[in-house]
């Protein structure tokens, strides 16, 4: 069978298998990084940070399955990379969040739903309702991409050891060890343009196709700067203009719809 095929297969199980069981399990414990953080140098941390706790065990993972596919060939791709992938999709529950998020919005609980993100992701100030849709723009926007679209780009153009790093350099984000910022704005990059792209699709075309050729190409726009100027351009105006609810609305059946436009493009690659 073709590898493409195989990619695919493993990647239509590996989703299939997160959506239906959700976040968790045996692989999401798993934490391939704990033998490596010993190595980790004071004096050079930025790059032995990227060494150990990304490249190191992205690398052990790779020569296991290169073994496994001289051993087993198209099955290898089955098992390793269908694990792989499922190891590299997000922690969060993002469905529930987003019907928490979603219900005290519509129940007119501007407060209740900002604390449903700061329960996750707090700065600690109080946001009035604007502050709180550009917030919310950039928290959902960036956990679908984290948690799904840029494992499965990753999977796509390097294969599974390429989904494995992905997962491991967004693992170190809030500990004692992070990947660097600017690194992180260069993994994000092809993810999060990919993704307004297809905002545009369902939103304003031409805002938002302007705002990813105008800012796209450059890192210098943060990842959260990015996403927030695309929904903005896709949701047609200012975060004012919209009551919460129905901006929220908005925004995750942008989100949805993306989704599936993505999983339609990665089978029409397969099947042509």
């Not at 984000?173 to 792209?197: C, D, H, K, N, Y």
Request: aromatic share 14%.
């Amino acid at each position: 069978m073709n590898l493409d095929y195989l990619a695919f297969l493993s990647f239509m199980v590996a989703t299939g298998l997160y959506w239906f069981m959700g976040p968790g399990g045996p692989l999401h414990a798993i934490d391939v990084q704990s033998p490596f953080r010993a190595q980790i140098d004071d004096a050079s941390r930025a790059n032995s940070v990227l060494l150990w706790l990304v490249g190191a065990p992205t690398a052990v993972f790779a020569v296991l399955f290169m073994i496994s596919e001289g051993l087993f060939g198209g099955a290898a791709m089955l098992l390793f990379g269908t694990a792989a992938l499922f190891y590299s999709f997000g922690r969060e529950d993002y469905p529930t969040l987003t019907q928490r998020v979603l219900a005290r919005a519509r129940a007119g609980d501007s407060a209740g739903a900002a604390s449903v993100i700061d329960s996750i992701e707090s700065d600690g100030e109080a946001h009035d309702d604007a502050e709180f849709c550009g917030e919310a723009s950039i928290f959902f926007s960036k956990m679908a991409m984290q948690r799904w679209f840029g494992p499965v780009i990753y999977f796509f153009l390097m294969g599974p050891a390429g989904a494995v790093a992905y997962r491991l350099a967004h693992e170190t984000q809030g500990t004692a060890f992070p990947v660097s910022e600017s690194v992180m704005r260069v993994i994000e990059w092809l993810p999060s343009r990919l993704m307004a792209l297809s905002f545009a699709v369902f939103g304003d075309f031409d805002k938002t196709l302007g705002h990813v050729v105008q800012k796209g190409p450059s890192l210098q726009p943060s990842t959260a700067e990015f996403f927030e100027d695309a929904v903005d351009a896709a949701l047609e105006g200012d975060k004012t203009e919209l009551a919460i609810y129905e901006r929220l609305s908005g925004l995750f059946r942008l989100l949805d719809r993306s989704f599936l436009l993505w999983l339609g493009i990665f089978a029409l690659f397969v099947l042509v």
